[in-house]
């Protein structure tokens, strides 16, 4: 059973980046046909997909949010990265990784339990 | 405004049946399957239905998907209180080669 646990700094300030790493157990991040994906909630609201990436690297990210973020993976490590610059207070979120089941789906079968990453100075 | 269009609550009594719509007038989706996920406070979003009406192992039979054209509904039969939840569509977007959510509907069982 493969597990998804996020992590990174529990606090952000505006202009600066958010880095989150998620790290994968229980399976090899570049096995199968499997994609891994980083969704955030913000408080109150609704899932936004933020992107996704492949274990050969090639990455797809939300328009609203492609010119700020940048999704890397580390097969060495098992381990997938989001990074989202010049963040503000409109960036406060829970952050999840997941992964996507195939490409051209949208079919999640594993979630990190996701991480609160506050913005505020 | 998601281009999936979900009612934002629905409710009903232990042991009826709910159904939750999602909606889109977007060529790029209406074509692909939709899948559904449950969002519990304070946990992760888990997978309900996937590819219009198929079940992950572990999900019971209450639950259940259908699929026509433009249109998607997830169906809740035998509520019961652990159910009350949000729940949210989602599938894939040609034109952005990502994914789309619905706005989510939040179900209140009476």
């Known amino acids: 059973q493969v597990q998804l646990q996020e992590s990174g700094p529990g606090l952000v300030k505006p202009s600066q980046t958010l880095s989150l790493t998620c790290t994968v157990s229980?399976?090899?991040?570049?096995?199968?046909?499997?994609?891994w994906t980083w969704v955030r909630q913000h408080p109150g609201k609704g899932l936004e997909w933020i992107g996704c990436?492949?274990?050969?690297?090639?990455?797809y990210y939300t328009p609203s949010l492609k010119s700020r973020t940048t999704i890397s993976i580390d097969t060495t490590k098992n381990q997938v990265s989001l990074k989202l610059n010049s963040v503000t207070a409109a960036d406060t979120a829970v952050y999840y990784c997941?992964?996507?089941?195939?490409?051209?789906?949208?079919?999640?079968?594993?979630w990190g339990q996701g991480t609160l990453v506050p913005v505020s100075s | 405004q998601s281009v999936l269009t979900q009612p934002p609550s629905v409710s009903g009594a232990p042991g009826q049946r709910v159904t939750i719509s999602c909606s889109t007038s977007?060529?790029?989706?209406?074509?692909?399957?939709v899948n559904w996920y449950q969002k519990l406070p304070g946990a992760a979003p888990k997978l309900l239905i996937y590819s219009n009406y198929q079940r992950p192992s572990g999900v019971p039979d209450r639950f259940s998907g259908s699929k026509s054209g433009t249109s998607a509904s997830l169906a809740i039969s035998g509520l019961q209180s652990d159910d009350e939840a949000d729940y949210y569509c989602a599938a894939w977007d040609d034109s952005l080669s990502g994914v789309v959510f619905g706005g989510g509907t939040k179900l209140t069982v009476l």
């Open positions: 990436i492949y274990h050969s690297g090639t990455a």
């Open positions: 229980g399976g090899s991040i570049s096995s199968g046909g499997y994609y």
């Open positions: 977007s060529s790029n989706i209406g074509i692909k399957a």
């Open positions: 997941a992964r996507g089941y195939s490409y051209g789906t949208a079919i999640y079968d594993s």
